[in-house]
């Protein structure tokens, strides 16, 4: 492969997909339309497979299979919805498309020209018809680089990522800059790790870079996603493998590596079929493997794949495990960078991470220094989830706020109630009070309230979610996931998880909190990994914020949002009930009782929070408190 | 369902196979062993000693990462595996009353199989699908929004 088929490939593809970008035909020999269909995990499982056969059939049966195209992408973001289908050249919205509704947008809309009103796209929040989806709320503050080529491209045909100016920046790389001018502008672009803890890229990549060509040395990809709700990484990999493969060959180039490995979650199936598939056409296109680009360098990689371990996510671990032992992790230093995968000199980036990189080589870093703000530069992917209107994957400036996100791009909580927190980074992070919600979403802002920007998961919380509920959920996660190596986080997770089931079963005593506090203390300070350092943050941040909760439930035996089930009193409102005695019939347990026409009562010792009276009730004076 | 004599024979030929074939190459241990966990449905003590003796390596060794590892099991499972899932999007949502009615239908805890061999449960920390919150998958089949109530008949129909 030379830059001039590069090129060539691109002058070919680019006319016939050019119009999911600009709306319009520009060349008529071509598809007229194009139908593309998400394939990413969330639209597959609600039966976005079986809506591509009946297009197909449908295209078939009309006669007109030489002028739409099918195309299956990656994820579109809006996951709530799906599965979602959008038509070319006029890019019109169809969320929540059944089997039934593919025949009418062939007929109706692709033949018949018009767009279907009752099927296209509704804001939830205005019932406002959006056709297009740069129209649509969810998208307008959204600014797509790290899944700039999702939802727009076959991510099973490089000519699409080609098309799309893709391997461009690994060309210019190998031919045009020296491994320093790289790192230089890597350095300069501001870009840190979007894994977590926001380690400088460039920074990274000059640490690993000494002794070039002396020694071996690998370039590694964490999409060992574990993070409970967080799918960012997983999304780039169905929807954009190419970007990542670019970036690692530069990387590679850059340290003097001329082997990759990508460690991917054996629970993403789809991502991995993509990545393979990447992977092969790179290689049959010369992009991978000997002389790349007539230069000289030599770069190849292949897939490990996990096999279900949170802790492989951490960056020691995760290489133990492409060793083939247990994933424990190490004492740092020795940093990666020095002794990394079989005890080489190694960078390890997360996948999105590694998406950000074509762009920055080719568009410069004065470009994506002018998205972010002063210390966070760029975008970030976020997985929206939990009680939100809009689940789905958004990628927006870093600095954009929390309320930004959960209200405006989020559609904010559903079924009218009121929004509590908000939970970013997952088990290592914490959670955002209502009371913080205009913090700007960088590094920086995150850490300083208690919270972190972790991968980007984002679960929303409403009333009804109690938050020492949701703390002992996280322990439980790390307990579960700690491998056991170092005692503050073998021993120490459990102790504070034994408190927080003690707190959540009505049985907290005085002194309990202090003592989750000096625990979760010291076992931040003392553990050997990541993992463990970040385990009592969930507790830490709840505590933070949500003290009071705590306290109701040691102090008065009570959840206050309703949620420990051990903690539960149902009662009748004598000012509500009638005294109609149908809940005392309905009761399971005979633990209610009364005078017709007087105001029943429930026996708290018989009662089993069953909430069958309060169902039965038709005055509705029977709640849980 | 259990493997037959004739079935164990041709796979176990396959295992050595495959670990003829890359047994050379850096690291060959966990995707030997993902080959026989998928092809076998679990690490028996046999395959495990087959793997330890054709790398060179203690079967303590491999045993080892056989126990750390979610994905490997050393027991077989049933023919019809339900992941339901435990992640954070779904738990909010109401994952742990799902698993709870599924655990109560089968009457098995989770990671445990019934005892006709039908059914094994696993729970499962985020399938990915958290815009279907809360979600189970039954082999590849997914189930979206569920509530306890829908469980009983989406079982029957295994």
């Known amino acids: 492969m030379t830059l001039e088929e590069l090129k060539r490939i691109k002058a070919e593809t680019l006319p016939q997909i050019s119009m999911r970008h600009t709306h319009t035909v520009e060349n008529e020999t071509v598809y007229k339309h194009q139908v593309l269909i998400c394939g990413g995990t969330g639209c597959t499982s609600s039966g976005s497979n079986k809506l591509i056969d009946e297009f197909y059939a449908q295209i078939k049966a009309h006669g007109i299979d030489n002028e739409v195209q099918i195309v299956r992408t990656g994820c579109f973001g809006l996951c709530e919805l799906g599965p979602i289908v959008i038509v070319y050249p006029e890019g019109v919205f169809y969320a929540q498309c059944s089997i039934e509704n593919v025949k009418r947008i062939v007929e109706e809309h692709i033949i018949g020209g018009n767009v279907i009103d009752d099927l296209v796209y509704h804001e939830k929040t205005t019932g406002e018809v959006k056709e297009k989806l740069s129209d649509m709320q969810f998208y307008k503050k959204q600014n797509?680089?790290?899944?700039?080529?999702?939802?727009?491209?076959?991510?099973?045909?490089?000519?699409?990522?080609?098309?799309?100016?893709?391997?461009?920046?690994?060309?210019?790389?190998?031919?045009?800059?020296?491994?320093?001018?790289?790192?230089?502008?890597?350095?300069?672009?501001?870009?840190?790790?979007?894994?977590?803890?926001?380690?400088?890229?460039?920074?990274?990549?000059?640490?690993?870079?000494?002794?070039?060509?002396?020694?071996?040395?690998?370039?590694?990809?964490?999409?060992?996603?574990?993070?409970?709700?967080a799918f960012m990484d997983r999304s780039v990999l169905e929807g954009d493998p190419h970007s990542l493969i670019e970036a690692m060959a530069i990387a590679g180039y850059v340290i003097g590596a001329d082997q990759g490995y990508v460690y991917v979650r054996a629970e993403y199936p789809i991502a991995v079929k993509r990545l393979t598939i990447a992977i092969n056409e790179a290689r049959k296109m010369g992009l991978l493997g000997k002389n790349i680009f007539g230069s000289g360098f030599d770069f190849d990689m292949e897939i490990r794949l996990g096999a279900g371990a949170f802790v492989c996510g951490e960056e020691t671990a995760l290489m133990t495990s492409i060793e083939g032992h247990r994933g424990e992790p190490r004492p740092r230093p020795p940093f990666p960078a020095v002794k990394g995968v079989f005890g080489k000199p190694t960078v390890l980036n997360n996948v999105e991470t590694y998406a950000n990189i074509p762009q920055i080589i080719l568009n410069g870093a004065e470009w994506f220094k002018s998205i972010g703000t002063e210390k966070s530069k760029g975008t970030k992917v976020f997985a929206l989830g939990g009680k939100i209107v809009n689940t789905g994957l958004v990628e927006v400036p870093m600095g954009t706020t929390v309320r930004e996100i959960i209200f405006d791009i989020g559609g904010g909580i559903p079924n009218g109630k009121k929004f509590k927190a908000a939970q970013t980074g997952g088990p290592s992070g914490g959670c955002i009070p209502a009371s913080l919600l205009d913090t700007p979403v960088d590094y920086d802002s995150l850490m300083a309230i208690g919270s972190m920007m972790g991968s980007g998961g984002l679960i929303v919380m409403d009333e009804d979610n109690c938050m020492v509920d949701i703390a002992k959920f996280f322990l439980e996660f790390t307990v579960d996931e700690s491998c056991g190596k170092c005692t503050p986080c073998r021993?120490?997770?459990?102790?504070?998880?034994?408190?927080?089931?003690?707190?959540?079963?009505?049985?907290?005593?005085?002194?309990?909190?202090?003592k989750l506090e000096e625990l979760a203390n010291t076992i931040k300070t003392?553990?050997?990994?990541?993992?463990?350092?970040?385990?009592?943050?969930?507790?830490?941040?709840?505590?933070?914020?949500?003290?009071?909760?705590?306290?109701?439930?040691?102090?008065?035996?009570?959840?206050?949002?309703?949620?420990?089930?051990?903690?539960?009193?149902?009662?009748?409102?004598?000012?509500?009930?009638?005294?109609?005695?149908l809940c005392s019939k309905k009761c399971p347990v005979g633990a209610i009782s009364g005078q017709i026409k007087s105001p029943f009562v429930i026996d708290q010792s018989k009662c089993i929070k069953c909430g069958v009276c309060i169902s039965s009730c038709k005055f509705g004076a029977i709640y849980k408190k | 369902m259990a493997l037959t004599p004739e079935q164990i024979a041709v796979k176990t030929e396959e295992l050595k196979a495959f670990i003829a074939e890359h047994k050379d190459m850096p690291g060959p241990l966990m995707p030997i062993m993902q080959f026989a966990q998928e092809s076998f449905g679990y690490l028996s003590l046999e395959n495990m000693i087959i793997i330890a003796d054709s790398l060179g390596i203690p079967v303590t060794e491999v045993y080892g990462v056989a126990t750390f590892y979610a994905q490997f099991s050393l027991t077989p499972k049933g023919d019809n595996i339900i992941s339901v899932c435990q992640g954070t999007a779904c738990y909010v949502k109401g994952g742990a009353q799902v698993l709870a009615r599924v655990e109560k239908e089968l009457g098995i805890t989770s990671n445990e199989t019934t005892e006709d061999g039908k059914f094994t449960i696993q729970d499962t920390r985020c399938l990915g699908c958290c815009g279907l919150a809360p979600v189970m998958t039954i082999n590849e089949d997914v189930y979206g929004k569920l509530t306890a109530d829908m469980i009983p008949a989406i079982l029957a129909k295994y």
């Not at chain 1, 100016?165 to 501001?190: F, H, W």
């Not at chain 1, 997770?493 to 002194?511: N, Q």
């Open chain 1, 526 to 581: 003392s553990s050997l990994c990541g993992l463990g350092q970040t385990a009592p943050n969930p507790v830490l941040s709840t505590l933070r914020y949500f003290r009071d909760e705590y306290e109701a439930h040691v102090y008065e035996k009570r959840c206050p949002a309703g949620c420990c089930k051990n903690l539960l009193q149902v009662v009748i409102d004598p000012d509500k009930c009638k005294g109609c005695s």
């Open chain 1, 491 to 514: 021993e120490g997770t459990k102790r504070m998880l034994e408190i927080l089931t003690k707190i959540t079963d009505g049985k907290g005593e005085d002194g309990d909190i202090e």
């Open chain 1, 144 to 229: 797509r680089v790290a899944l700039r080529n999702c939802g727009v491209v076959d991510p099973e045909k490089i000519e699409d990522y080609i098309a799309f100016d893709g391997y461009q920046a690994l060309a210019k790389v190998v031919n045009e800059m020296t491994p320093e001018q790289v790192i230089d502008v890597m350095l300069d672009s501001g870009l840190r790790g979007r894994g977590g803890a926001g380690f400088p890229t460039g920074l990274k990549w000059k640490f690993a870079s000494g002794n070039r060509g002396n020694v071996k040395k690998y370039v590694c990809c964490n999409g060992d996603e574990g993070d409970p709700g």
